[in-house]
């Protein structure tokens, strides 16, 4: 079965630190892989996602994300968090087949502390 | 267009009573998930419906909770004598089932149920 594994549970960092979330998934076959992000009293919304090519995926609000295959990793990263940034991230993985519902991992509070 | 809605937003019960959570999904999205968001647990996939075909109950925990969908749009889930271990934020997301394989989901605001 899918799993997906996030190493942090609670990241606090200061504002214009780096930010890198760990996302690691058990899966044998292609995956679509995902970013979701719920801020305070907001609905889950897509941050950023991967389905092939380029293993390097740009999303919104300057986030970004590598796919490395060989480590089954899909780390989130921003070189520059602000305070608006505090929010749950979670990372996701379906096969890339069909639409299928989506395996997530227990997720990360960041908290950006000025 | 409009996104995902559920309703109620909030749901308080008692102890052994039913509930029932709505989703209207997306206009044309022809794929709906049914999630469960416990505190410290993320998320926790209970059902998906894809067009007519049979949907795939596999993640639902117990045989308390059923789910339908209507006409191919409108989605009801059903926690019959629900436990105080039923709360949580129930989510629905829809996505479409088109000629791509792409499988981003859209997700409505939740259902914040409280099993006293």
């Known amino acids: 079965a899918q799993s997906v594994s996030q190493h942090n549970h609670h990241v606090i960092l200061s504002e214009a630190a780096s930010l890198e979330l760990g996302c690691n998934y058990s899966?044998?076959?292609?995956?679509?892989l995902f970013w979701y992000v719920q801020y305070p009293g907001q609905h889950l919304q897509l941050l950023l996602k991967y389905f092939s090519g380029d293993p390097l995926v740009k999303g919104i609000k300057g986030f970004e994300a590598e796919f490395i295959k060989s480590k089954f990793s899909f780390n989130l990263r921003k070189p520059s968090v602000q305070w608006s940034d505090t929010a749950e991230y979670f990372c996701?993985?379906?096969?890339?087949?069909?639409?299928?519902?989506?395996?997530f991992g227990k997720g990360t509070r960041l908290s950006v502390i000025a | 267009g409009a996104g995902v809605s559920q309703s109620p937003s909030n749901k308080v019960t008692e102890k052994g009573k039913d509930v029932e959570l709505r989703c209207d999904p997306i206009s044309g999205h022809t794929a709906l998930y049914w999630y469960r968001q416990s505190l410290g647990q993320g998320l926790e996939f209970l059902i998906y419906?894809?067009?007519?075909?049979?949907?795939?109950k596999s993640g639902l925990p117990s045989d308390r909770f059923s789910a339908e969908r209507t006409g191919g749009s409108v989605s009801t889930l059903t926690i019959q004598r629900t436990q105080q271990e039923d709360s949580a934020v129930y989510l629905c997301?829809?996505?479409?089932?088109?000629?791509?394989?792409?499988?981003?989901?859209?997700f409505g605001p939740g259902t914040r149920l409280t099993v006293l």
């Open positions: 997301a829809s996505s479409s089932g088109g000629g791509d394989s792409y499988n981003e989901q859209f």
């Open positions: 899966y044998g076959g292609t995956v679509n």
């Open positions: 996701a993985v379906s096969p890339s087949s069909g639409n299928t519902p989506l395996v």
């Open positions: 419906f894809q067009g007519n075909s049979a949907p795939d």
